[in-house]
């Protein structure tokens, strides 16, 4: 059986895998939300990660100012 290991919790770490995930993916930005960045995190917290690309900054935007509500697809 593999075992993962919990996600960072210390702000550096976390600055820099958000900005190798954003140089690998091309986004805009990477944020970083949940659990760990409430500091609520136990052993089988996940690390919840959103690239933002070019054409999404204006919908994040929209949705963060609550005009717009954003759903899985269904």
Same mark, same amino acid.
């Given at each position: 059986?593999?075992?993962?290991?919990?996600?960072?919790? %210390?702000? @550096?770490?976390?600055? /820099?895998?958000?900005?190798?995930?954003?140089? @690998?993916?091309?986004?805009?930005?990477?944020?970083?939300?949940?659990?760990?960045?409430?500091?609520?995190? #136990?052993?089988?917290? %996940?690390?919840?990660?959103?690239?933002? /690309?070019? #054409? %999404?900054?204006?919908?994040?935007?929209a949705a963060l100012e609550g005009r717009v509500v954003?759903?899985?697809?269904?």
């Amino acid at each position: 059986m593999n075992t993962l290991e919990p996600p960072p919790t %210390d702000e @550096a770490e976390l600055r /820099l895998l958000a900005e190798k995930v954003r140089e @690998a993916s091309g986004a805009k930005m990477v944020l970083v939300f949940g659990s760990v960045v409430r500091g609520e995190s #136990g052993p089988e917290s %996940d690390l919840d990660l959103l690239p933002v /690309l070019d #054409g %999404d900054a204006n919908l994040l935007g929209a949705a963060l100012e609550g005009r717009v509500v954003l759903s899985g697809g269904r």
